[in-house]
């Protein structure tokens, strides 16, 4: 033993497999949307998304974010087991740019708060955030 591990009880095996633990929880986000996989912008300037493609959306509360549509963000949320959501990722307040954070959407200008379906929680935005039109199918899912 070295006189590290006699002082402090940790062995070097013990403090490898600790790091690692940080460091898988600091990179792997659990709460963070799912980029959006098999999406195809249509001419007509709507979004195709496979639901295939994108195993999250099986649930209800699967949520992923499909980023530079038209310089826009936006998410698509499945709400039940038919029916899905997708909302503009731009703050109503000042527009600033959302992040998920747990089941909710935060601003990251002014920490205004809304539920993944884009109702209003915590100001300063006093209005829900922007619905698009959604028309889903078994196999995909179209926006716009």
């Known amino acids: 033993m070295s006189n590290i591990e006699e002082s402090t009880g940790i062995?070097?095996?013990?403090?490898?497999?600790?790091?690692s633990l940080v460091t898988v929880g600091i990179f792997s986000s659990p709460e963070a949307a799912t980029a959006a996989?098999?999406?195809k912008i249509l001419r007509s300037g709507k979004v195709?998304?496979?639901?295939?493609?994108?195993?999250?959306l099986k649930k209800v509360g699967g949520v992923v974010r499909i980023d530079d549509v038209q310089?826009?963000?936006?998410?698509?949320?499945?709400?039940?087991?038919?029916?899905y959501v997708a909302v503009n990722l731009l703050c109503t307040h000042q527009g600033g740019?959302?992040?998920?954070t747990g089941n909710q959407w935060q601003c990251q200008t002014h920490q205004a708060t809304f539920t993944l379906a884009?109702?209003?929680?915590?100001?300063?935005?006093?209005?829900?955030?922007?619905?698009l039109p959604v028309k889903a199918t078994a196999s995909r899912v179209t926006i716009g």
């Open 97 to 100: 740019e959302l992040v998920q």
């Open 11 to 19: 062995t070097r095996r013990g403090a490898l497999c600790a790091l």
């Open 118 to 131: 884009g109702k209003n929680l915590v100001g300063p935005a006093s209005t829900a955030l922007k619905r």
């Open 37 to 39: 996989t098999g999406v």
């Open 71 to 83: 310089g826009r963000s936006i998410a698509l949320v499945r709400t039940s087991a038919k029916a």
């Open 48 to 56: 195709r998304v496979a639901l295939k493609s994108n195993p999250v």
